[in-house]
């Protein structure tokens, strides 16, 4: 089974603030130069668009990863708030 298959199955309930965000966009431009957050997220929620990275949260599978794997910690990670988020279903 392939993983859009799998990423199908799942199921959100997307809230209209996002719970991901970048703090400082020039920084990653500037600063990052292979700019990791676009290859290391699961879901592919980082998307270089139009020169700048843009957040799609609303595919966020809320692993976390992006908040350890950015090289200058510029991701501000949480949890979406109380009945957000994705829904993991089995089958």
């Not at 799998?6 to 990653?28: N, Q």
């Not at 595919?59 to 949890?79: H, M, Q, V, Y």
Request: with cysteine; charged share 25%.
């Amino acid at each position: 089974m392939k993983i859009e298959d799998k990423l199908f199955l799942d199921r959100y309930r997307v809230s209209e603030e996002s719970h991901l965000k970048i703090a400082d966009p020039g920084i990653c431009m500037k600063k990052c130069g292979e700019q990791p957050c676009l290859y290391f997220c699961p879901a592919n929620v980082y998307r270089l668009e139009e020169g700048r990275i843009s957040v799609h949260y609303e595919g966020c599978l809320e692993c976390g990863s992006c908040r350890i794997a950015c090289p200058l910690l510029n991701i501000d990670w949480t949890f979406p708030r109380g009945g957000f988020g994705i829904c993991h279903k089995f089958g």
